[in-house]
């Protein structure tokens, strides 16, 4: 029974400790908050201690910390965790400043202790579905990816002010999709961003449309579509082709009822909201974290895999304000020295 | 060359005159029709002489008819044009009057020339296809079918006074669906029939929505849908559950076009029209026909299959009438003799 | 918070366990089983008592009991709880034998505790969905409703010979489903059943695959299919044509993928299995349970609708031996005096 | 009555002479070819003249000329053509030399005839539904466009060596169907291209594999994906994300059968061949031309759509090689001056 403590207690945190609590092999011993008021509506609702994320971190009966703060504060609690001993999960990203993030990555290392990082896509099961297919070979050698990532709503600008900018809050997870399907990071990176759904957002610094094409050293070439708002839903697809055929991971829809009249064949739309979308994922991510931990193998998820997909975001970041491509080799040079 | 002579032009006459001429191995030489304007248009369209029935069917110059006339015209013509040598392709059905169409049978034995009926439907594309895969075993034993037809909107009050009603006019295609799948008639008939589509319809003694069940010899059954009106289009659905699966022929629609908004995903709708549907069906009708009278082999149609159907839907309409199964054998015994 | 418990700890009473477990508004208080070790094994993994069914019944503690026993203790059960105060949530069906269920049903009228019967596809996402569509008039008047429920693998001959014969056991989830889209039980029933599945089956004196037809006051019709057998899953399909459209509720399937190869376009197939189609289905029932008890309000599903719906299993295993149709009052008739 | 030479008697010209001969506003009249038997073949089938294309431009019995002939005769036969009095339809593409198509430009707007260039998906039904359901606004105003167009298998590296490059060869489809969808060329174009599929075909100096971005004025973008190999048929899709939704054009299929076994859910392919997925397409093509020809109206794809497409195709050319965005008005600059 692995006892776990929650480090944040907002939204994310929330559908952590459902989790957490409804997952055999583990038990919420302890949840903190800066805002103490949340902290104690999911402390009561599931039965755990409310207290600082110090105090949780050094408690020695504490064996892992789920880490769902603020991502500037990710890096410090990372570090500090692990100091303590504790196995750790950390929401995404790991940090928006990437050499932070690789200067954490080296500490970590030190202190020896496994850290994965919480990329749900990677356990919705029908991105996982696709990629066993894949790895089986089904359509035989891959050659070309496209993701498409539309959110259903841009989210506040105050929020997007904060947030790093699309390439590294929100397209971060389609790097990490890539990596997990392609098996490798890119060589080089291309990027085109625009405002076309909110001047706000343009205002702010920031693009709300964006495309991304990246190549492999073996050849293979990635897309990726961005936009930041899909009036229809949540619009999460992946496609890739390879030598043998296509593999499609289409839309989870509200339902499977479809109306015909005589304005059209009407089918439900993808479902509206991320925590809905990936609920099935949060639960598979949260227990092969579990499973990992209790069986003291590689977590699926590494902060180096972390790493990689935030220097691409770097990458991306970079290639839209010089308009030509950049090479991840680049960007991984100055720090890695 | 197959030299042919239409007799009827009116609108399934035009679809035929269309497929003569298009056909490399056929040439429309002779029209008629009891309204010769129909004739003349026609005629001038596809180069051919306008003629009467009688005179086409004794030319020796012309190797097939194709009788697209009123249903109560049908059994003299194909006793005409056989004994004159003809081979001929009738549209369906044979005769509303099963001890007619029964009597035409054995004439048409006798004057020994090949007769197609003209069930368009074992020729669409897709019913084809999923026959041939039956056919293949790729769902091993066949043991339920379900026929979905309807219509997008009733005929007029004044046809459906004189169609012979529903069973006999519409669900006859629908009958002979299910034998070419099934490949035997059925041992039992039961239909349940109902007007609620609309009360000019029961006032003229018929229904415009119909169930029939049937049973076949080795234990499998049938069941068939019929509804005048279907707002949304031409339904035209079988499936069929076997052993080792499923098969489906879904409709066909009118383009590929999705639209996604916040109202929901929108498709197209079924083709509406049957023209439109079975298009390509009566293409491959009359080259199934001309391949057959060229080669000397059979024609995949037979005046037998016809009578069959007209059975079925003397059964049917019996059943619905009594409340009880109608045995097909009962039906058939009183003219057999 | 509900003080719930649970009679009946196999493979059913351990999905109720979960979600009475799982809902804010219900504690499992206690558990028994006529397996002792069934009973002990629920109740360790999800902290309950392991009582005998009569002291749980009489435990004042105890507000609501969920019956997950055989169906030969169900009327009984009924009784007794609610004799002693309780709330009740029984599996369906409620008896195999009509009578004792209407006896059961006089009983608990004088008891006047509430019982809701556990017809989970009333609470099916889709099916709920479909119903909410059809009742919001978003086809217009509904004509012809037909409901495809196939299992995916026949269940061992020696639970056949048990189950009060496919229509009691099986179909009886299509015709309570039915008389919730249609608002009203039908008139007559009339049913078609055969053995092509498994000789064992015939051999047990029951059939594998049924069409049963349904006729309505008003003049509306609806058709059941039933197989005992699709190797490509649980096949459970709804759609019902009205003058305004066609509304479907097609299958949920196990995941979004599509891949095309050489071979054809592949998706997934229907989810194999009761429980997980219906999981969904069985936390939005409890969900409505809780809320009605809790709420003082009449439970979504009674006692009359599980009485309704095994009246017209009874009439349709009547019409199957007879092979005419069978008025649904003639069923309720003796025993209603 | 449309009097027509057709120029060219290969398989696309073979095309051509179904739908001149099947349209009722025009009439084949000549064909010629350098292999005389492809011209002698077409003339006998479907009652035309062989003669020479010189013979065909000059003889005022003729109204209009297909052009249909290998690319490198295209211009030529346009500037004779034009100059002759006729009106012209040329295949794509104009010419694969810019300059040569710019200049070819200027005579034609000389002869002052109409010149419509063969874009034959324009006049697919789902693409040119697509773009009516755009241009009524039913997705607001277009933001990212997505064209797939995949080949089922790359054609003979021998064709690939005189192809002018999967840019000018097979994305120039493409390219001019994003302007009929988005209204304007783009402004830059960003292409990465790479061999995957065959090892000959980067030994001929080509790429197999292709992702183009583009960029508009008014901060719209486009991408492209070209590949030559899909064993799994034609892929042929288009999507466009607007403020108020998504449109998507979906592939067509090969029917509409579905077979549902233990492996899974099989649907057809998608058509393999283009002759199969754009013959629809053709015909509706030459009736634009007929119609607009007749009427003396605008042709619906110009001259200078046949250039902007080659000018698009040329940019991406230049920006594979040299790893940076090219802007297109660059590419126009040195010749419209």
Redo the contacts between chains.
């Keep these: 029974m692995l006892r776990v403590g929650l480090l944040g207690a907002g939204r994310i945190g929330s559908v952590h400790a459902q989790t957490i609590s ?1 997952h055999p092999g583990s038990r919420l011993e302890a949840v903190s908050d800066a805002l103490v008021a949340n902290a104690e509506k999911l402390g009561a609702a599931f039965g755990a201690q409310v207290r600082s994320s110090e105090d949780i971190i050094n408690d020695p009966q504490i064996d892992a910390v789920l880490i769902a703060t603020p991502t500037d504060t990710h890096s410090d609690l990372i570090e500090a965790a692990t100091a303590a001993g504790k196995a750790v999960l950390c929401e995404k990203p790991v940090d928006l400043n990437l050499e932070r993030a690789m200067a954490c990555q080296q500490t970590v290392a030190r202190n020896g202790q496994p850290v994965m990082v919480g990329f749900n896509r990677r356990f919705d ?2 991105f996982a ?2 990629q066993a ?1 894949l790895k089986e070979g ?2 035989g ?1 891959p ?2 990816l ?1 993701v ?1 990532s ?1 959110d259903p709503a841009p989210p506040p600008v105050s929020y997007v002010k904060v947030s790093g900018g699309l390439y590294r809050d929100m397209m971060i997870h389609d790097f990490d999709l890539s990596n997990f399907l392609m098996g490798v990071p890119p060589e080089t990176i ?1 990027a ?1 961003g ?4 909110d001047p706000a957002i343009a205002a702010a610094g920031d693009v709300d ?3 991304v ?1 990246m ?1 492999y050293a ?4 990635a ?1 990726i ?1 961005n ?1 930041r ?5 949540y ?1 999460q697809r992946v496609e890739i ?1 390879g ?11 509200e ?16 479902t509206y909201f991320f925590l809905e979308r990936y609920m099935a994922a949060y639960r598979a991510e949260w227990d092969a974290f579990v499973t990992a931990i209790t069986a003291g193998t590689q977590v699926p998820v590494t902060l180096e895999d972390g790493v990689a997909a935030l220097a691409m975001a770097e990458a991306a970041t970079r290639s839209a304000q010089t ?3 950049v090479r991840l080799a680049e960007i991984l040079k100055p720090v890695a020295k």
Aim: overall charge neutral; aromatic content about 2%.
């Design positions: 409804g099961p029908n579905t696709l297919s089904e359509i050698a050659e070309l496209a498409t539309f291309s085109v625009t405002s076309v759904v449309t964006a495309v094409t190549t073996d050849g293979r070439i897309v579509k936009s708002r899909a009036v229809y839903g619009d082709l030598s043998g055929g296509l593999l499609q991971a289409q839309n989870v829809l339902h499977t009822v479809v109306k015909s009249t005589a304005d059209g064949v009407i089918s439900a739309k993808p308009g030509a491509p």
